[in-house]
């Protein structure tokens, strides 16, 4: 919400105007306080669109179409004037977020969630259908989220079952992605119920996926692909896939009714009273907006208003029943307000803050999807961190994107998220295949991409060429500092052993050429190269006995693999240090190595959270919010939140923009609680000052020694 300005009204039909909720090319969306003193959103069309007669004949429809629905799922109009020279409506104000803010921000819902919406949305267009309306723009948009379900708002496009349409006939009304294919027909039939059935498909999918079903791009090629083509419903969780591909039959006879849609998706969950059917955080940004809407003192004076005619075109009566639906919202919002206040003190007014969008583009259903998850967990949790601070200058949002781990979604994904010019910086990909299809892509939308955990490319002038790409893990030559500097200066030795793994691809090549132009202990270095489908890992075991290896590394990317070299090396009879990198290091590998893991040393670019005190706080946010400690990646996510928010704050808020957090990335310090994050600032590679890290395999885990320089030899047994 935004101040009002000196040419906005003081009042409009007896509703004390407080601020703007929003504007656009239609009108202005205020909120108000009644003379009764509920919140209400009073919606104003600007008075150019009300000269057309078509258009006010519209809007008097939707007046009339929402005063006749009272049901817990809609939002009513409470009091309206389609005839003033700039015609307008008043519903209750519902403080939570659009499910397209919600999804854009905070991620796609769970299934229960997805659950409910969907059952109370049927509902809701049940009673509509019930009053002989059919809604015809059921989209994420016109869902509002509050602390008992979601609420189904602007009906400025429904009408009357077979009733004849006021626009032109070649115009298509809905949203492109949202519409049925009926609705896309410009041969006058007019689409029915059925349509917001479809409708409801795509949000259900919306919801649970982050996107629609009939992608994105060009109005008329989403349009197309509705009409013509199958919905893209591979991430859809299994639990939901009949019912949406249900509803989003091309045939309307073909569709489940409200009544049976709300059946199936509400069968087993909770009363509408019961527990809270949103994820967190957002029942407590409904609160902080509940509260500050509440708590929000009347503004300086604006335009002085001629006094206002009676409120025309409601009854009494209807009146009456829809101040019934004000009241149900009004409860709740209550309560936020009174917890916790100190009885006669009084919270100051709260500012209202811009709001900049962070994406995470990731692998969440692939094959890295525990990367991915750690990913999004992390920086979830530093979003809701930035937003709790009493200083801050603005709030972040967070919109996650899923590309599966493939790379032609990976292609389309970031496609998608460069053309949303409310992301503001891109973090990811969580897998190295897909960093120069991206960095590609954000460099010629501006837009800063932030690398977590994938390698980025060593070569200067590619870094060059890829002006926005920044990353917060070094590359892969950096994992052998903690090599050479253990069998240096911990466990000195004088000939070191490196088993060069073809298999998995070439991660780890940056390794093996840093060993080999850098021995530990200025020794030597044989290598021992197994290639690629090879298997002869006995054999690689003998060279290394006989060149007199006193340590060995295992350059590979396969946990299995790394597995099969720690049982070869017992068998041999091979007596000296082993190591690995963090490739291998996953749980197969403790698993299919047993016994024959103990001992194993591992070098890594990522922290062990739980073990450095200034995560502390992070780690039991972590703990609460998901029942367990933080996954690897996920503090240095938290961190990458971290950069972007002093990178905004030292811009002036006109310059929050992709140009100025491109501009502004490099010369940013963040004290981040994996590591410090600064820039050079000729090369924009990361100062890579205490970045490696240690692990050792003990008693069937991995256990963390600590950055490697603080590593102390007596710590080794």
Not at 571 to 576: L, N, V
Not at 624 to 643: F, K, N, S
Not at 674 to 679: D, I, V
């Amino acid at each position: 919400m935004r101040p009002l300005t000196p040419a906005d009204p003081a009042a409009i039909g007896g509703n004390r105007l407080l601020g703007r909720l929003g504007s656009g090319g239609m009108g202005t969306v205020y909120l108000a306080r009644s003379a009764a003193g509920t919140l209400v959103a009073v919606k104003v069309i600007r008075a150019d669109h009300a000269a057309n007669p078509d258009f006010r004949a519209r809007f008097r429809r939707e007046v009339e179409a929402a005063g006749q629905l009272t049901g817990r799922w809609v939002v009513p109009v409470v009091a309206a004037d389609p005839q003033a020279r700039e015609p307008w409506l008043a519903t209750p104000y519902v403080p939570g977020p659009s499910l397209s803010e919600a999804v854009g921000g905070y991620g796609p819902l769970p299934v229960r969630a997805v659950r409910t919406l969907g059952a109370r949305l049927a509902e809701a267009l049940a009673q509509v259908h019930a009053a002989g309306l059919v809604h015809r723009d059921v989209k994420p948009g016109n869902i509002l989220l509050a602390p008992d379900g979601p609420r189904l708002i602007d009906f400025g496009i429904a009408r009357a079952e077979g009733a004849v349409t006021l626009t032109a006939v070649d115009a298509v009304l809905g949203t492109p992605g949202y519409l049925a294919p009926e609705q896309a027909r410009t041969d006058g039939v007019t689409a029915g119920a059925p349509s917001d059935i479809f409708s409801l498909g795509c949000v259900l999918a919306y919801a649970a996926t982050g996107h629609g079903p009939f992608g994105g791009g060009h109005a008329a090629a989403v349009v197309y692909r509705t009409v013509h083509d199958e919905p893209e419903l591979s991430q859809l969780p299994v639990e939901l896939l009949d019912t949406v591909l249900a509803c989003l039959a091309k045939d309307p006879a073909a569709r489940p009714t409200p009544d049976a849609l709300r059946l199936v998706l509400g069968d087993g969950l909770p009363s509408p009273d019961g527990e809270d059917w949103l994820p967190p955080p957002l029942p407590r940004l409904i609160a902080e907006r509940s509260t500050r809407a509440l708590d929000l003192p009347a503004p300086e004076p604006t335009r002085i208003d001629a006094p206002e005619a009676a409120v025309r075109g409601l009854t009494r009566r209807r009146l009456l029943g829809a101040g019934a639906g004000l009241a149900v919202i009004g409860a709740p919002v209550a309560w936020f307000t009174t917890r916790g206040r100190a009885r006669g003190t009084t919270a100051p007014p709260a500012r209202e803050l811009a709001t900049h969008t962070l994406a995470l583009q990731a692998d969440m259903t692939g094959p890295g999807k525990q990367t991915g998850q750690a990913h999004e967990r992390g920086m979830k949790l530093a979003v809701e961190r930035h937003n709790s601070r009493p200083d801050a200058a603005f709030r972040l949002a967070l919109r996650v994107a899923d590309d599966g781990g493939d790379a032609t979604r990976a292609a389309q994904v970031v496609k998608e998220l460069a053309a949303d010019p409310a992301v503001v910086a891109l973090v990811g990909p969580t897998w190295d295949a897909a960093v120069p299809e991206l960095a590609v892509r954000c460099d010629a939308a501006e837009l800063v991409l932030l690398l977590v955990s994938v390698d980025s490319p060593e070569n200067a002038a590619t870094r060059e060429n890829w002006r926005t790409m920044v990353a917060t893990r070094p590359a892969g030559d950096q994992l052998a500092l903690p090599v050479i500097d253990y069998f240096t200066r911990i466990r000195p030795i004088r000939r070191t052993g490196l088993v060069e793994d073809a298999e998995g691809g070439e991660p780890a090549f940056l390794l093996v050429r840093s060993l080999q132009q850098n021995p530990p202990k200025e020794g030597t270095l044989s290598v021992h190269r197994i290639p690629e489908g090879g298997s002869d890992f006995a054999g690689v075991v003998r060279g290394l006995i006989e060149a007199g290896a006193e340590g060995v590394v295992y350059a590979g990317t396969s946990p299995q693999r790394a597995a099969r070299m720690a049982r070869a090396l017992t068998e041999g009879g091979f007596q000296g240090r082993r190591m690995g990198i963090q490739h291998a290091m996953e749980p197969a590998f403790l698993t299919d190595a047993g016994p024959d893991a103990e001992g194993w040393l591992f070098s890594s670019l990522f922290t062990d959270p739980t073990a450095v005190p200034a995560a502390a706080e992070f780690v039991a946010a972590h703990r609460a919010a998901y029942g367990e400690a933080p996954a690897r990646w996920a503090t240095e996510a938290y961190d990458a939140v971290g950069l972007l928010a002093a990178a905004l704050t030292g811009l002036g808020e006109e310059g929050r923009d992709r140009a100025g957090v491109t501009r502004r990335i490099f010369r940013t310090a963040h004290e981040g609680l994996a590591k410090p994050l600064s820039f050079d600032s000729n090369t924009h590679v990361l100062n890579r000052a205490r970045t490696g890290h240690l692990y050792r395999v003990e008693s069937g885990a991995y256990r963390y020694l600590g950055i490697y320089p603080d590593v102390k030899p007596e710590s080794t047994p």
